[in-house]
């Protein structure tokens, strides 16, 4: 992203609501597909691995989003030629264009802007499209808008807010949680026929926050200097080394939401809940992840993110353990659903700090996220074949004490000389 003065702020008021509110749509829309499955393969007359393909052209379209748009970020266009006078009395804050600076780089507002209208452009396509193939193609089309705005409004609240920043990302991926849970809410009262109109309705609620990227800066704070910043020299571990581990944190972690997400309603029938009750816990374990989000930001602002990353997965292990336990099952989903909930946002700005001149760090973590999402399904389902159901919280504790073992090496590896 393009640099300015760390004192200046990035976000007006109004851009950090429209930026929350951008957060609660884009949650909305990933939660939108599976609610109107029954329709999509009324409409279209496709088999359920043929629906289930819209949320997935979703993902492959956001991960190439993230990518993309990390691309785009400050990409640089003509230099200008600055006097030789001009660069011995240094560059002027704020002036592009100076010292080698380009001077045509698509700026933060372009790229949120793009994004907002390739999302609402593929969202109004998803709903009139005529056949399958096209509605794919723009759910795909919408997915990249949604890793334009994920990976942007991420990347700029995590450098945008000094210390506040860990806490200000707590709140912005609360917003996707409430979103998520609103989402089949609304298919669910207007019924799975009516999808197209909840799509239509969606894109144009993207519309109005354009208006309001007048409040965001087009140029981020640069690199943190000093040694709390140096990102190439920590404790004899190689960037490369603690770039790798942080991915492989953000691809476990997000595999566990999505695994208990997703075999949390089988568990529970498979030890003798009701369905009902099954579904039940499913949306609290849902509505416990929002709700730590917000419960987090506070606490942010007293505590490190290796601590609060820590204890996370420290008590997220534990709760799965607990979840074998057919009478705690419920009540010990809901406990990893509250303390899933900061590791995503909490990571990035400790990543940050940790490899500020990794410029592709950022777009790294956030494209796996997205990978560990799909790849948990059939990773998971494949391990279940051969254990059972009633190992599902076994196999998911697996999973998550290998988060703890990551986040100890992270917090050995990147302490400062």
């Not at 640069?222 to 490369?240: I, N, T, Y």
């Not at 993110?305 to 010990?332: D, R």
């Not at 809901?334 to 940050?352: E, K, N, Q, S, Y």
Request: hydrophobic share 50%.
């Amino acid at each position: 992203m393009a640099s300015a003065q760390p004192d200046v702020p990035i976000f007006s008021p109004a851009a950090v609501v429209a930026s929350c509110v951008g957060f609660l749509l884009i949650g909305a829309l990933q939660a939108l597909y599976g609610p109107a499955i029954p329709a999509f393969r009324e409409k279209f007359g496709l088999t359920p691995s043929g629906a289930g393909l819209g949320l997935s052209a979703h993902f492959v379209g956001g991960v190439a989003g993230v990518l993309l748009f990390d691309r785009l970020y400050g990409r640089p266009g003509h230099v200008s030629k600055v006097p030789s006078s001009a660069r011995k009395a240094g560059p002027v804050p704020g002036v592009a264009g100076q010292a080698g600076l380009p001077t045509h780089a698509l700026g933060n507002r372009q790229i949120l802007g793009a994004s907002y209208l390739l999302m609402a452009v593929g969202a109004a396509g998803f709903a009139l499209a005529p056949n399958w193939p096209a509605a794919l193609a723009m759910a795909l089309l919408a997915g990249l808008g949604f890793g334009g705005i994920d990976y942007g409004l991420n990347q700029l609240f995590a450098v945008g807010f000094g210390h506040r920043s860990t806490a200000m990302l707590n709140i912005l991926n609360a917003h996707f949680g409430i979103g998520a849970i609103l989402g089949p809410a609304l298919i669910g009262a207007v019924g799975s026929a009516h999808y197209p109109a909840v799509f239509l309705g969606f894109a144009l609620a993207n519309l109005p926050l354009l208006l309001c990227l007048r409040g965001v800066r087009d140029r981020a704070p640069g690199p943190q200097s000093g040694p709390e910043a140096d990102g190439g020299r920590v404790l004899g571990r190689s960037l490369g080394s603690v770039l790798a581990v942080f991915v492989a944190l953000y691809v476990l972690h997000v595999g566990i939401e999505a695994g208990v997400g997703g075999w949390e309603p089988t568990h529970l029938e498979t030890v003798g809940y009701g369905a009902g009750a099954a579904a039940t816990a499913t949306s609290v374990y849902w509505l416990m992840m929002t709700v730590g989000r917000f419960l987090v930001a506070p606490i942010a602002l007293r505590f490190s993110a290796q601590t609060i990353i820590t204890v996370s997965c420290a008590g997220m292990t534990v709760c799965l353990l607990l979840a074998s336990i057919p009478a705690l099952a419920p009540y010990a989903y809901a406990g990893v659903g509250l303390f899933i909930a900061p590791i995503f946002p909490t990571g990035l700005p400790w990543l940050h700090r940790a490899a500020p001149r990794a410029r592709r760090a950022g777009a790294l973590v956030i494209a796996a996220s997205m990978v560990g999402g799909v790849a948990a399904g059939p990773a998971l389902g494949k391990a279940i074949e051969e254990a059972g159901i009633r190992a599902v919280p076994l196999l998911l504790c697996g999973v998550s004490a290998l988060c703890l073992a990551a986040t100890l090496w992270l917090i050995r590896s990147t302490r400062t000389r």
